[in-house]
């Protein structure tokens, strides 16, 4: 039961930013904007785990009732029970959250992993890549019309003088000359149509195998994710969605760039707690959903 409520938990954080734990206080997700640092430096927004001794948020002994459905007594004898399990020492621990001691909550890495993909970590800023970019542009676009140019000159689009010319052979000419030229041109053998014959057997023979690639989806600013799990490598991403096909048909999961690493999602939506309420919904309703996890990009 701890490990369970422990992720819900977890997932109201990351939804609501708020979790109010009575007798304990009011975690608060806070989302900290980017500082610059220097010319050449800026600090990367992230978000940090607070504790405050207000009662704000969503409080987990309502969540409880509501998700497990059952009455409020039953819901504050789960909560009682979860409190004596997670204190220990003067120590409250969440697990893979946080723990709490003093007043003071010390968040553990695997949710600052979650809160801060990216990590907390300063960006390099170079005011001269612009101006780079634009003149690598430029000359590409001057190569691109040279090769252009040299092409349709190869091919006389510039020839004037013999376009010219073979016209005034032809006004010149008398026309039995013409009608000469012609038959001479027809009476002329044909080409050897067997090796093209050949070819063309070959071609209508041959079988082209078409090997298609894995459909990996771009993350885009601004959209909240159902986080089915995130792997290092592509092949277990895949049988993950294939596994999610065959299991559940009815969810259409999809493989997302997660810097560098391999997102399998189930949702996608515009708004985070549109998300979380689809998740919440589908852990209480299916049973190999527990550990989804919401994340915004």
């Known amino acids: 039961m701890k490990h369970e409520i422990d ?7 990351l939804d609501e930013g708020e979790v109010f734990l009575p007798g304990v206080g009011t975690l608060i997700l806070v989302r900290c904007a ?9 600090q990367r927004p992230y978000r940090e785990l607070r504790l405050t001794g207000e009662e704000r948020g969503v409080s987990l002994v309502k969540h409880i009732e509501r998700i497990a459905g059952v009455t409020a007594e039953r819901a504050e ?15 409250f621990t969440i697990e893979h959250l946080c723990t709490i001691e ?4 010390q968040t553990l890495q695997e949710f600052e992993n979650m809160a801060n993909p990216k990590g907390r970590g300063t960006i390099k800023i170079n005011p001269h890549t612009n101006y780079f970019i634009y003149v690598v ?3 590409c676009m001057l190569f691109a019309l040279g090769v ?3 092409v349709l000159y190869s091919n006389g689009a510039f020839d004037f003088d013999k376009s010219l010319s073979a016209r005034d052979v032809v006004a010149v000419e008398s026309p039995v000359e013409v009608v000469e030229q012609q038959t001479e041109e027809v009476a002329q053998p044909l080409a050897d149509t067997t090796a ?5 057997e070959l071609v209508e023979s041959a079988e082209v195998e078409v090997v298609s690639e894995p459909q990996i989806l771009p993350l ?20 993950a969605v294939a596994r999610l096909a065959s299991r559940h048909p009815d969810i259409e999961a999809h493989i997302y760039d997660y810097d560098g690493r391999y997102m399998v999602a189930l949702y996608e939506l515009s708004q985070r707690s549109a998300c979380g309420r689809k998740v919440s919904a589908l852990k209480a309703e299916r049973v190999g959903f527990k550990s989804v996890w919401v994340y915004t990009r």
Not at 78 to 87: D, H, K, T
Not at 102 to 105: I, L, N, R
Request: proline share 0%; net charge positive; hydrophobic share 40%.
């Open 7 to 13: 992720r819900v938990v977890a997932n109201l954080l």
């Open 34 to 42: 980017a500082k610059r640092l220097s010319s050449k430096e800026l």
């Open 77 to 91: 004898d789960i909560y009682n029970e979860y409190v004596a399990q997670s204190l220990r020492a003067g120590q």
């Open 102 to 105: 003093g007043g003071s909550v």
């Open 137 to 139: 542009a430029v000359l």
């Open 148 to 150: 252009a140019g040299y």
């Open 196 to 200: 093209v014959t050949a070819v063309a």
């Open 220 to 239: 885009r600013r601004g959209m909240s994710y159902a986080v089915y799990g995130v792997y290092n490598e592509l092949r277990n991403a895949e049988d």
